[in-house]
């Protein structure tokens, strides 16, 4: 049977991205009233090790987010992210790359297929039933963060889905109440170094997951 989440090679990466929209990206954050990223993030291909410039392999770039349709095109890149951060300076973080002066940070919920059990887990793939699986969890975590929270989007990210948090008391909340949340919530299948704050990159909605070559897509309420 043909394994539906595999690499994307290089050529699937090209034409992908040569149809990318930044607009519809810009579209995403404005309608969820958020600023655009100050910072955003590519991974050329070290995972898969499918990549343009072997020299690239293992580095992180980082870069403003009105070079994105100019990054994406000249790395066909394996993953896209932006960062989570606010930052008073996001020009002087760029520079030094510490990304460690903040003063707020998007609060977002990493599930993933990794942290639940499925059949094709022995022999470490993903399929159509962990992803529908993870889908219901998803579902019903959004629903007890709803107790919590007002505004709550659902995004699909190729290997599981993304809970983002943007009530504007979410951005606000410091290290202790992060890890408060994250451990009340923790008998969901999340990467809890996501939601703590230790890891400040999110995948970019409507880029592609490389490892899987799946879209990141936001799921809309119907």
Known sequence: MKN???PASLEERKKFYKNFSVE????WFRKNHLALPQI????PGTDTRIILNKK?????MYFPFNELKEKISEYLPEDVYYDRNVYKNPEEELKKLKFINY???????DLDTDNIECKCKDKNKICKECIK????IALEMKGDLE??????VLVYSGRGFHLHVLDKKAFNLNNKRRREITKKFSNYPIDPWVSRGYIDLIRMPYSLNGLVNKKV??????
């Not at 519809?24 to 579209?27: A, D, I, K």
């Not at 690239?56 to 992180?60: A, D, E, R, S």
């Not at 107790?147 to 709550?152: A, E, L, S, T, V």
Request: glycine content about 2%; hydrophobic content about 45%.
């Open 4 to 6: 539906e989440f595999r």
């Open 24 to 27: 519809r990206v810009e579209e």
């Open 40 to 43: 955003c993030a590519l991974d």
């Open 56 to 60: 690239l392999k293992g580095n992180l």
């Open 103 to 109: 003063v707020k940070q998007e609060l977002v919920f």
């Open 133 to 136: 699986k993870l889908l219901m």
């Open 147 to 152: 107790k919590y929270f007002d505004k709550i």
């Open 217 to 222: 897509i936001p799921l809309e309420k119907k």
